[in-house]
């Protein structure tokens, strides 16, 4: 069975507990023990993904239950994962890098890497019994959060700074049926309020802080190295806000290697945002100092000033070799108007990650012969106001058509 453990003070508790923080305030820990390792394990996951998996519903999530929640129930699943990786000549080149694939997390059911936590969490907090779900959000995670309780038909609460959210999002926690809070005051804020009213008033909360969250989550980590055979890529590239991807991907790998799937880490490359870029501050302290910030960015899903997963995510970059990068809005958009010219397209925080890489390379940090993962965390039409191109305003004659299409073939 696997338990939880407080990753500050080494408190255990049973997998089956409802808490989800320790007395010590420290964040808790899932420890899973699936019944076998290495080659066994890895033929485990590759014959559900050859014969379609039956009681894990088809998810790519669920395929790898062993190392996720342990007991058996029911199952809030829609199912989700199963995403693809992308290989463009045009995004390597700009990159710097020959061999690069991108992990689409926005092909997820509710366009965001979210479902992947979410799936897990709900399922988890359903079996023990909850009776309304919580979460602050920049957005993608109560657009999941509204689907899965809404699945489960459980009443959802979100927290959401207000004017912040772009618009995809909020009308998929409107639709799924969510109650919004919109809240006079930035994610942070939302955070801590959300923190306290699910302690006080008998919410579970569905944010990083739950540790279901971040097992769920390394199943990104887990289907790209099944998908590519068990081998590791050089490098794993991932957007980084408030440090979630970047604590489940560390996990994954350490435990990946643990239990013989992979035999060698990748190195990680958590990359945020340079107007909310707290984390890549301590990095640059060698992790000797915890800095917070007031955000400001146009990736609004990375606008993280105080990042909840802190702690486990420093751990991640030390246990991996990793690096932290910032990229400016302008580099940010620049990546996702080569992401959408690829006709792959993502919304702008997911950018993040190609538009470091870019810089990464350019600072001789990661080789141009180094094979790279990059993920991108959320679809394009999460932020439809996130374009840079306008539509042409034509009265109906053919003769306005033709000239625009003079002016195209220049
Ligand atoms: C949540 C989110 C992120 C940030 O992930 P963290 O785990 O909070 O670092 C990045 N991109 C998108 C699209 C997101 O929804
Ligand atoms: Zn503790």
Redesign the pocket.
């Given at each position: 069975m696997s338990r939880l453990v407080c990753g500050t003070c080494g408190l255990r508790l049973p997998a089956g507990s409802s808490l989800l923080q320790c007395s010590c305030g420290g964040l808790l820990e899932a420890r899973p023990s699936p019944p076998f390792r290495g080659r066994r394990l890895r033929s485990t996951f590759d014959q559900r993904l050859a014969t379609g998996d039956p009681t894990g519903e088809g998810s790519g999530v669920w395929r790898f239950r062993e190392l996720l929640l342990p007991g058996r129930g029911v199952l809030i699943s829609h199912p989700e994962g199963n995403t693809r990786l992308y290989r463009r000549d045009e995004l390597s080149r700009w990159a710097g890098v020959a061999d690069l694939a991108l992990k689409h997390?926005?092909e997820n059911p509710t366009g965001?890497?979210?479902d992947r936590g979410m799936t897990v969490a709900v399922t988890q907090a359903v079996r023990a019994g909850a009776t309304a779900l919580s979460c602050a959000s920049?957005?993608?995670?109560s657009a999941s959060l509204a689907a899965y309780a809404a699945q489960a038909g459980v009443p959802a609460l979100v927290f959401v700074p207000r004017a912040k959210v772009a618009a995809g999002k909020l009308a998929q926690a409107l639709c799924y049926g969510a109650r919004v809070l919109e809240v006079r005051g930035d994610f942070d804020a939302c955070l801590r309020l959300v923190r306290e009213a699910s302690a006080e008033l008998g919410l579970t909360l569905l944010n990083?802080v739950n540790p279901w969250r971040i097992e769920g989550?390394k199943t990104i980590v887990l289907e790209m190295l099944q998908q590519r055979g068990w081998e590791p890529p050089d490098w794993i590239v991932?957007?980084?806000?408030?440090?979630?991807?970047?604590?489940?991907f560390g996990k994954a790998l350490v435990e990946a290697r643990e239990l013989g799937l992979i035999s060698r880490l990748p190195r990680l490359a958590?990359i945020q945002a340079a107007g909310a870029a707290p984390f890549y501050h301590s990095f640059r302290s060698a992790f000797k100092r915890r800095f917070r910030v007031r955000a400001e960015t146009v990736?609004t899903?990375?606008r993280?000033g105080d990042?909840v997963?802190y702690d486990r995510?420093a751990r991640a970059i030390q246990q991996t070799r990793g690096v932290v990068a910032a990229v400016s809005d302008r580099e940010i958009l620049a990546a996702k108007a080569v992401v959408d010219g690829a006709g792959i397209g993502?919304?702008p925080?997911?950018a993040?990650s190609l538009a470091g890489l870019r810089q990464l390379v350019r600072r001789g940090i990661v080789g141009r012969r180094d094979s790279v993962v990059a993920v991108l965390?959320?679809h394009l039409l999460?932020d439809p106001h996130a374009t840079r191109a306008a539509p042409t305003a034509i009265a109906p004659r053919i003769a306005e058509v033709e000239r625009v299409l003079k002016g195209m073939r220049k």
């Open positions: 997390e926005g965001s890497f979210k920049t957005g993608n995670t990083s989550q991932v957007p980084a806000g408030n440090l979630g991807n970047t604590a489940a958590a990736a899903a990375i993280i990042p997963s995510a993502c919304e925080a997911s993040a965390t959320g999460k």
